[in-house]
């Protein structure tokens, strides 16, 4: 015995250099991914489904072998939707040496875009806000990569305008949330009002959000609205569904922003039968009949476990899954462009402004990123509540985007 | 600190009167002074530096609201609201008129100070509960101001980017350089709260804490003196609003949310109503103790749960561990961290001789 000891050291040490000089032929490098996330803030609601449709895609690809042979680690860091915390995730990011950061919660995009822009890391923000971000050379290091609310506004208009046939005369509601996020989109829908020569008029539902009987009665009986835009958070959406309903007003005249259009959105309303005709926006697709997620499943059922629960939430689950992806999608043009793995932020920025014709099966709309434009065209998508479900009533399509971009430049020029 | 302050003789008031009459609690300070300005900045990751950053504009914080609430017995749950007067005072400034920062960072302090002043005025009439729900108005209205009034807040967003500071044509940009920028404010506000609770201001707050109608009789005019603290601990509120604008490079609506005025009356309350050092380690635990449960949580949480739902469990669990170890501390001692500390320093001042 004691005389094998120091061969059995001598075969481990051979068996380890082998091993290590295997590994660096390879020189498969570890990526690193910020996720910031919120799974018991203010918009625990929305994390809890959509972080995991995050984790899962990753997972799928590194089992899969990686990105082009490197894998992939994913740090979830859940930040309550509070700036400090969300700040000290970041530093953490950046110590990790994290390429890419999946940026969570409009106060927290505001908070960290300095550092991302100084520190050359690309921060990703879909549905969070800036629509001045948009413009990739005003904020390099910014990617919306889905419809911001300017987009979502234009979409709005051209989607009722599609509804009603022709604006010309017809009046419109505007009914948001009073924080910033409500407001963002008003100059947008204000210039398409001139444009289009429809009446607007704009309904604040203060915070937080779950009285809103005045406003409701004042579109649908004083206004009497040929058509409604909602833009409402958390539990406001469903309690707007409500009131309509209430007083009686067709859901099929109404179109929520991306924020009101989720399944728990329809079931705290009263259920789907309730929101039947309810129409909602979505910039991820809608549904569990996409490749990808059946390989998600798949990975799952491999494992010996059921899928997961969340996947059931389809609309902020399948976001997760587009939000990775992108970001996936991104780290492999880098990756492309440098094989050995040692990429850094400014390559995965790069790698973001190569995508185009990525639709991961449609579940991602057709986005094409350019150094320009960070949002990627603004593409969304409508359904409609129908019979159970969410019914597909438009392809990806974006609308007035000359008047998008004049207010982006607006935006840009000012600062 | 642990002093032993026996021999030690003063011979002329001023010794008697100063801000540390023990050698060794001048020694004491002078080595915090060397490891938090030599030692620490130059030693750790900037990772670190980050979170001492948001620690020390936490202190900042946290001893304003403990002039008004520990110091003299007056509530606001509008600080958040205050912090936002001075950020948006100062990043206008700024902005528009290219202010740097010595000048834009008091502006901001005083302008959130004379807010503060007239929110306080309902504290000459109301106590207590009552005088909380009128600053909670006072919260209210100004973030709907600063919501809706874009003259204010630059635009429908409601955010106004900052510059970064700069000093002798240095830009104070990386963590390590912020916090050099924070730590000279966090000192001045430290040493600028210990003199005023010796002056003649401070007796005046704390009399009128232990009960105001024998601190008027006595010639202490209250009117004036809480609407000092209402202005001196909102001028504190409004200089950390402008640490946090420079800090985050932007001055934002969302950042100031009546969240914040509790978080900051938590600090407090933990640390201990009434004392510097209680702000201080009040500020250290909200701000750390959430960050230090999650690396716990990560090391071992593994350990007893599923990958998958350790990332479910983590942020729930940080959120019951850390208001259940508020309740601990709380219950352990309910005059705050910094009587627990000082129960400990008595407790070794004697030892092993207790009697």
């Known amino acids: ?415 | 600190m642990i002093h032993r302050e026996c021999g030690v003789l003063k011979t002329t008031y001023e010794a008697d009167m100063a801000l540390y009459p023990l050698p060794i609690a001048r020694w004491t300070v002078a080595a915090l002074a060397v490891l938090f300005l030599l030692v620490l900045p130059f030693s750790v990751h900037e990772y670190y530096l980050s979170i001492v950053n948001l620690v020390a504009i936490a202190v900042v914080g946290a001893l304003g609201l403990n002039i008004l609430v520990g110091y003299t017995g007056q509530i606001s749950i509008g600080h958040g609201a205050f912090m936002s007067v001075g950020a948006y005072t100062a990043a206008n400034f700024a902005v528009r008129l290219g202010a740097p920062f010595w000048l834009a960072l008091p502006l901001g302090g005083v302008m959130a100070a004379i807010i503060g002043a007239i929110v306080g005025i309902p504290s000459l009439r109301i106590k207590g509960l009552y005088l909380a729900i009128a600053t909670l108005a006072g919260q209210l209205i100004i973030e709907w101001t600063i919501n809706h009034v874009t003259w204010i807040s630059g635009g429908v967003q409601a955010s106004i980017e900052m510059p970064r500071p700069s000093f002798l044509g240095l830009t104070i940009a990386s963590q390590r350089e912020m916090y050099f920028f924070l730590m000279f404010f966090v000192v001045a506000a430290l040493v600028g709260t210990l003199n005023l609770m010796r002056s003649r201001i401070g007796r005046a707050f704390i009399a009128i804490r232990d009960h105001d109608i024998a601190a008027e009789i006595i010639g202490i005019n209250i009117f004036r003196y809480k609407l000092l603290a209402f202005a001196i601990s909102s001028f504190y509120a409004g200089v950390t609003g402008v640490l946090y604008t420079y800090y985050l490079g932007i001055a934002n609506y969302e950042q100031f949310q009546i969240t914040v005025s509790i978080d900051y009356l938590a600090m407090i309350i933990i640390g201990g109503l009434g004392s510097v050092l209680g702000s201080v380690f009040g500020a250290i635990f909200v701000t750390l103790l959430p960050i230090a449960i999650r690396y716990a949580m990560e090391a071992l949480g593994g350990l007893v749960f599923s990958q998958a739902s350790v990332l479910n469990i983590i942020p729930n669990l940080r959120l019951i561990l850390f208001g259940a170890l508020i309740i601990f501390f709380l219950v352990v001692e309910p005059e705050g961290l910094n009587r627990l500390w000082r129960n400990i320093r008595n407790y070794f001042r004697v030892w092993p001789f207790a009697y």
Not at chain 1, 88 to 99: D, H, L, N
Not at chain 1, 219 to 237: N, T
Not at chain 1, 385 to 398: E, H, I, L, N
Request: glycine share 10%; aromatic share 10%; proline share 6%.
């Open chain 1, 1 to 415: 015995m004691r005389r094998s000891f120091p061969r059995l050291i001598g075969a481990a040490v051979a068996v380890w250099t082998t091993l290590a000089s295997v590994a660096s032929a390879t020189a498969s490098h570890e990526i690193v991914m910020g996720f910031l996330c919120d799974r018991t803030g203010a918009t625990q609601t929305v994390g809890v489904n959509m972080c995991p449709g995050a984790q899962d895609y990753v997972r799928l690809v590194n089992a899969k072998g990686g990105v082009e042979g490197h894998k992939i680690r994913l740090i979830e860091i859940d930040h309550e939707y509070k700036v400090p915390p969300a700040v000290e995730a970041y530093e953490r990011y950046k110590k990790e040496g994290a390429v890419v950061i999946a940026v969570y919660g409009t106060p927290i995009v505001y908070a960290l875009t300095q550092r991302l822009t100084e520190d050359r890391i690309p921060g990703t923000t879909p549905g969070f806000g800036r629509g001045d971000a948009t413009d990739g050379t005003r904020y390099p290091y910014i990617f919306p990569i889905a419809a911001t609310y300017w987009s979502q506004g234009a979409a709005a208009v051209d989607f009722a305008r599609k509804q009603l046939g022709g604006l010309k005369g017809k009046k419109i509601a505007y009914i948001f949330y009073d924080n910033p996020a409500g407001r963002e989109p008003i100059p947008v829908i204000e210039d398409l009002s001139a444009q289009e020569g429809f009446q607007l008029k704009t309904f604040a539902v203060p915070p937080p959000g779950v009285e809103m009987g005045a406003q409701v009665l004042d579109i649908a009986q004083r206004y009497h609205a040929d058509f409604v835009i909602a833009h409402l958070f958390g539990r406001s959406p469903s309690v707007s569904i409500k009131e309509f309903k209430r007083v009686g007003y067709p859901l099929r005249k109404v179109v929520s922003f991306v924020w009101g259009s989720a399944e728990a959105d329809v079931e705290a309303a009263g259920g789907w039968s309730a929101a039947e005709g309810y129409h909602v926006m979505q910039f991820a697709g809608v549904g569990t009949d996409y490749p990808v997620l059946n390989e998600i499943r798949e990975m799952y059922k491999k494992e010996g476990k059921p899928a997961p629960k969340e996947m059931a939430s389809t609309v902020y689950y399948n976001r997760g899954v587009v939000w990775a992806a992108v970001q996936v999608e991104a780290v492999r043009n880098a990756l492309k462009a440098k094989p050995d793995g040692r990429i850094t932020g400014e390559d995965v920025k790069k790698g973001f402004e190569k995508i185009a014709s990525f639709t991961l099966g449609g579940l991602v709309p057709p986005l094409k990123i350019t150094p320009n434009d960070h949002e990627g065209g603004g593409l969304v998508q409508i359904y409609q509540v129908k019979g159970g479900q969410f019914a597909k009533v438009t392809d990806w399509f974006s609308a007035y985007n000359d008047v998008v971009g004049k207010h982006i430049k607006a935006a840009s020029a000012k600062k």
